[in-house]
């Protein structure tokens, strides 16, 4: 009873006063930690990576991330402007980068800091290819996935301590608490999150490729590419990401949904 009552009042505290507006889904997320404290960080932490890394310039590659970048960041601000969100990028620092390294990868932080890898080319094969990546990772950093996961984790954490301190004096129960917590608080809430987000960048990142003018079919045409590249991957239910049929399948449907937005901007051909 202690332990229930402890999680509500934090859960309860929670939900009053560190939720912001997702500007793309108009849902509640959760934002425990601000924006003027990730962003910062995010920049440090950009510029350490790149230090450290072998930044490709001037090459067609690297020219064509940059852009396909910019094409994606301005749809993004022409999507968020019409929307009643004008200003909503104006602590981005935008930067699109090419790394030398063989990993299929690619990754924005929070405020538009991106890197592609070189391993990731051979997948996208073309500007539009390389246009559904973007859109998916630019996504993650417009709908705060970055401030929604530290929010997350801190809140799990919070959570073991409560849970911990409620069964201070009852250590078998406490044990059990901490095995069944751990487990639970990852599989039933960490991994779907995680999950959620993918799948929310997904349809996101669709809307901006095709607002940036690239056809978003080629999404899914790129996950059709990389489900080729082998290795075994997790049950869906323990990995962080969606299966990548589940991907195909989803990315199929939204289609129709994507180009119709992007017609209301007057985008009405798309490159493939």
Not at 76 to 88: C, Q, V
Not at 144 to 157: E, K, P, T, V
Not at 185 to 204: C, K, N, Q
């Amino acid at each position: 009873m202690i332990l229930k009552k402890t999680l509500s009042i934090l859960a309860v505290f929670i939900l009053v006063v560190a939720c912001t507006t997702n500007p793309f889904t108009g849902k509640q997320t959760l934002a425990l930690v601000p924006n003027s404290q990730i962003l910062p960080m995010a920049f440090q932490q950009y510029d350490e990576f790149l230090n450290t890394n072998k930044v490709i310039t001037g090459t067609s590659d690297a020219n064509m991330i940059t852009n396909v970048g910019q094409k994606i960041s301005i749809a993004a601000e022409r999507y968020l402007t019409a929307n009643g969100y004008a200003g909503y990028l104006k602590d981005y620092k935008w930067e699109y980068k090419l790394v030398d390294d063989p990993a299929v990868n690619a990754w924005c932080m929070p405020g538009g800091k991106i890197v592609f890898y070189t391993g990731i080319l051979p997948i996208t094969q073309n500007e539009a290819g390389v246009a559904a990546v973007m859109g998916h990772e630019v996504a993650h950093a417009l709908a705060n996935h970055g401030q929604q996961r530290m929010s997350a984790d801190q809140l799990q954490q919070v959570g073991a301590v409560a849970g911990n301190i409620a069964l201070s004096n009852d250590p078998k129960n406490q044990n059990l608490f901490n095995q069944a917590y751990g487990i639970g608080s990852a599989v039933g809430v960490m991994l779907p999150f995680s999950r959620s987000h993918e799948t929310e960048a997904d349809r996101i990142g669709l809307t901006l490729m095709a607002l940036a003018g690239y056809d978003p079919i080629v999404a899914a045409q790129l996950w059709e590419r990389m489900s080729q590249q082998g290795g075994g991957a997790p049950p869906e239910i323990l990995s962080t990401h969606p299966s990548n049929q589940t991907r195909i399948n989803n990315i199929t449907l939204w289609v129709p949904e994507a180009k119709a937005e992007a017609a209301k901007f007057g985008v009405t051909k798309f490159k493939k």
